[in-house]
């Protein structure tokens, strides 16, 4: 897999973001920008992005944080993260900012009129609140992500990307009041949406390192299963 470190700033703040791709093939093909869970941009989130790029999209892994922000436990991992989600502008602006950066790229087989968002627990509610932007976006995958915003009901109708929602039935951190909150604000706009909820499944179960008995764990078979659900998703759009 090709990979490209792209820096850029936004307010004073550096980020790296990654870009990874199959260099063997030339013909381009669509973009996803990938934002990891609370950890940030890791080798593990690296990882699963060549591995979701593999020989059908270019994948580019946000930084969410900047590169003075890289969490080494699960305490700062969600303190990084409870800086924008308490500040969803910002966190707008910063996932925007990526998304712009990923589309300016040259030199990468890219077909950027096809470009889709996906994200993992704290990236699953990043892409979700990058929708309610109004991001340019053909779809957003939110796996296992936050559902609720404070400008929930007020920003749903400004969704224009089609929307998928993955998410563990029994997740404790994302319960079903959240669910249910979710699902009344996509109820008054003509979004297409789908939310789709797995079951004996918790959270982070695309994870194969949650460990948390009950709380967080991984569930080969339920991410299977959402990875396949979001393929079906991509070959449908593009």
């Known amino acids: 897999m090709s990979t490209r470190t792209v820096t850029y700033e936004l307010d004073g703040v550096s980020f790296e973001s990654v870009i990874t791709w199959d260099g063997h093939i030339d013909e381009a093909r669509p973009g996803i920008l990938m934002v990891p869970n609370w950890m940030g941009p890791t080798k593990t989130?690296?990882?699963?992005?060549?591995?979701?790029?593999?020989?059908?999209?270019v994948v580019m892994m946000v930084d969410m944080y900047g590169v003075d922000v890289r969490p080494q436990n699960g305490g700062e991992a969600g303190a990084a993260a409870g800086v924008l989600r308490s500040d969803r502008e910002l966190m707008r602006a910063r996932g925007l900012k990526?998304?712009?950066?990923f589309l300016s790229s040259v030199d990468i087989?890219?077909?950027?009129?096809h470009v889709a968002?996906?994200?993992?627990?704290?990236?699953?509610?990043?892409?979700?609140?990058?929708?309610?932007?109004?991001?340019?976006?053909?779809?957003?995958v939110s796996f296992h992500g936050d559902l609720v915003s404070p400008t929930l009901?007020?920003?749903?109708?400004?969704?224009?990307?089609k929307v998928l929602v993955l998410h563990g039935a029994d997740d404790p951190f994302?319960?079903?009041e959240h669910v249910a909150s979710f699902v009344t604000a996509m109820q008054g706009t003509e979004s297409d949406w789908q939310l789709v909820q797995f079951s004996n499944t918790v959270h982070s179960f695309t994870d194969p390192s949650a460990s948390m008995a009950g709380k967080a764990e991984y569930h080969p078979q339920s991410a299977k299963r959402a990875f396949a659900y979001m393929k079906t998703l991509f070959s449908e759009l593009w």
């Open 174 to 176: 994302v319960p079903q």
């Open 117 to 140: 968002g996906i994200g993992f627990c704290f990236g699953g509610g990043t892409v979700l609140e990058l929708a309610r932007a109004g991001a340019d976006l053909d779809a957003v």
């Open 153 to 161: 009901e007020a920003d749903s109708a400004n969704v224009t990307a």
């Open 98 to 101: 990526a998304l712009q950066v």
């Open 109 to 113: 087989p890219f077909a950027k009129d």
């Open 45 to 57: 989130s690296l990882e699963k992005a060549q591995e979701i790029a593999g020989e059908d999209y």
